[in-house]
């Protein structure tokens, strides 16, 4: 049974991932290119949170909107004033001005909060949950991590598919040169994608403060999770993000069954052990 | 790349000027324990480690285009190997780093082989990945400390010489022939017929296909090559450091954000750039590392100013407006 209850959690698990992961796969797919600093923003969000709720007493779900609303706002700018410029072909700038917001926001939340792990406390939501049996039982956070996960993919895959703004954003992704020549502004729809990806940031971000304790230094793993979480679905692949969320979820979860120790091991492995069989993930698009 | 200028009167004696110039400067450093006192030493010694790794990083990125984060893996297995290859298997220090290096190089065909099934960024990140799974399992390993690492033992240090001088100068000497090497070695393989592949596939991968470069083979040799010269650092580094744990090992922003930061500000894809990035980057950190994170986050700063002012960097701009070189790699028709 504890192993059961160890895929159980770890399938709800993936549903934190696929958050983290959402973002990223919107942003690559729309403009090919990858936000180091990803996993940053995700803690940026966190402690935006913890500060806004513990710090300046707003109610929580004031918080969660003017949280979702600075990294929107955030996100739209910072790819208008900065990340466009350097998009193209060459692959460099844009890695190493995300990879330099990657150091400058670790060392600004380490300025700013020093370097304590800190959390959101959620009340009933952290330890109230739906026993089902005497091993296993379901919280109702990790239950809501995934309803969220689920619930933004889908209006994602709404998004893209089923209004004019995803159609432009498509078509961007289709090719970037012509968009332009039908009335399009490329500055504009890419902002516009960041800005969309920066509210799923948000999103995580919130849950993450109240999932575990995070410090300025937890940006990077998060941002490997997500890009495993990408690669494994399947690049382009939106609801395959999700599956990919929740194998390396149930990998991590099944690995600190076997030792505490292993679990991230055990999630680089199956991750790695994936790319060697398929190589371009489990629901390839692209 | 177009051809280098050699007629140009002005260009080439300033660049022979600059030659005799950086001749001078490593002839001082050869003698460096003549002169230099302890400190200096040991900053000269840190000097020729990130020269060695920058040197290594830029070959990889700026002339193959296959952008690592993940390199500190092999100073990390370069340390942890040299130190298993010393303690366990009793290998004199001085071949035990080499053996590390051959082994890292060995493990890197298999790792390679995994992180060349993705692209671009999502290489990058991979590399990362694979990195993260060594300082993962290196903390696993109890043999060799687990997660709060292990010292060299004493009797193995004193082994390299019996005085604390004369080990320091042995010490000096190593980083000294690995970081000096690793330009000339850089130097030598740009003059040869693998340079003149590389610099196709710097200019145009696919063009460099289309005129019958194996790419994905050169590639792929170039990154065993830099496992290898990046892993015998890392051995070098941690016989200085004398101790070794995984996050220090593993380390990402030591050993390939400063790297990093090192080539893109001295210009990536040229042997100059490295060179220069190394001299900055040191000359900063003199200044500034006392700011704790205020240094990082002008490091961060620095880097980014660098992609929107001028992604060539400080050599690139000098050689657009000039036509000097100091390792001259281009062959001329008069």
């Known amino acids: 049974m504890v192993w059961i209850n160890a895929i159980v959690q770890g399938v709800l698990l993936g549903g934190l991932y696929a958050l983290f992961a959402a973002g990223l796969s919107l942003m690559f797919g729309v403009m090919r290119f990858i936000n180091i600093a990803h996993g940053d923003f995700i ?63 670790q060392n600004a939340l380490l300025e700013i909060f020093s370097a304590d792990s800190q959390r959101l406390p959620a009340g009933w939501l952290e330890t109230g949950s739906i026993v089902l049996s005497d091993a296993v039982a379901i919280g109702w956070l990790p239950l809501l991590m995934f309803a969220a996960a689920v619930a933004v993919i889908g209006g994602l895959q709404l998004v893209f598919y089923k209004t004019p703004l995803g159609r432009m954003l498509r078509a961007t992704s289709d090719d970037p040169e012509i968009v332009p020549l039908m009335g399009g502004n490329n500055a504009h729809i890419f902002a516009i994608a960041t800005a969309l990806a920066s509210l799923v940031v948000g999103v995580a971000g919130i849950f993450l403060a109240m999932k575990t304790n995070f410090d300025p230094s937890a940006g990077p793993a998060r941002l490997l999770f997500a890009f495993e979480a990408v690669i494994i679905g399947g690049l382009g692949s939106l609801w395959g993000t999700l599956v990919g969320g929740i194998v390396l979820g149930v990998a991590q979860t099944l690995g600190a069954q076997i030792d505490a120790g292993v679990q991230i091991l055990a999630g680089h492995l199956v991750f790695l052990a994936l790319l060697v069989v398929r190589p371009r993930g489990l629901f390839p698009k692209m | 790349m177009t051809s280098m200028d050699m007629t140009q009167g002005r260009g080439i004696s300033v660049s022979v000027v600059l030659r005799l110039v950086l001749l001078a400067v490593v002839a001082g450093l050869a003698v460096a324990p003549v002169w230099a006192g302890r400190s200096d030493l040991r900053l000269l010694m840190e000097v020729f480690s990130f020269l060695a790794l920058a040197q290594m990083w830029n070959l990889l990125a700026g002339y193959t285009g296959l952008i690592s984060v993940g390199q500190q893996a092999f100073v990390g297995l370069g340390g942890y190997l040299f130190f298993a290859l010393a303690m366990f298997a009793g290998l004199p220090l001085l071949i035990a780093i080499p053996a590390a290096a051959i082994a890292t190089a060995v493990i890197a065909v298999p790792t390679g082989w995994i992180a060349f099934r993705l692209q671009g960024p999502y290489f990058a990140i991979g590399t990362w990945v694979i990195a993260e ?10 043999a060799l400390g687990g997660g709060s690492g292990i010292s060299l033992p004493v009797a193995l240090a004193k082994s390299l010489a019996d005085s604390r001088g004369g080990r320091e100068m042995v010490m000096y000497y190593i980083a000294f022939t690995i970081g000096i090497a690793s330009v000339l070695m850089v130097w030598g393989l740009l003059r040869s017929k693998w340079g003149l592949a590389l610099t196709a596939i710097r200019d145009s991968e696919p063009a460099a296909e289309a005129m019958g470069v194996a790419t994905r083979r050169v590639k792929f040799m170039i990154y065993v090559l830099a496992a290898f010269w990046t ?13 070794i744990t995984p996050d220090a090992a593993f380390s990402l922003n030591e050993w390939t954000a400063f790297v990093i930061f090192i080539v893109v500000i001295g210009g990536i894809g040229s042997i ?12 900063l950190r003199e200044v500034a590392s006392d700011w704790g994170t205020w240094y990082l986050i002008m490091m961060g700063g620095i880097a980014i100013a660098v992609m929107l002012v001028d992604k060539r960097g400080v050599w690139g701009a000098i050689r657009a407006r000039t036509n000097l070189s100091i390792f001259p790699v281009t062959k001329v028709l008069d």
């Open chain 2, 133 to 142: 799974v060594f300082r993962l399992s290196a903390a696993q390993i109890g």
């Open chain 1, 43 to 105: 803690v940026t969000a966190a402690y935006l949170m913890v500060a806004l709720v513990t710090g300046l007493a707003v109610h929580p779900a004031v918080a969660v909107v003017l949280v979702l609303i600075a990294l929107t706002t955030a996100g739209y700018v910072n790819q208008r004033i900065l990340l466009n410029r350097v998009l193209g072909k060459d692959i460099l700038p844009p890695i190493l001005v995300t990879f330099g917001m990657s150091i400058i926001i």
């Open chain 2, 272 to 283: 100059e750039g490295p060179v220069i990035g190394v001299v900055i980057f040191f000359a």
């Open chain 2, 231 to 243: 892993s015998l650092t890392g051995g070098f580094v941690f016989l200085q450091k004398l101790r």
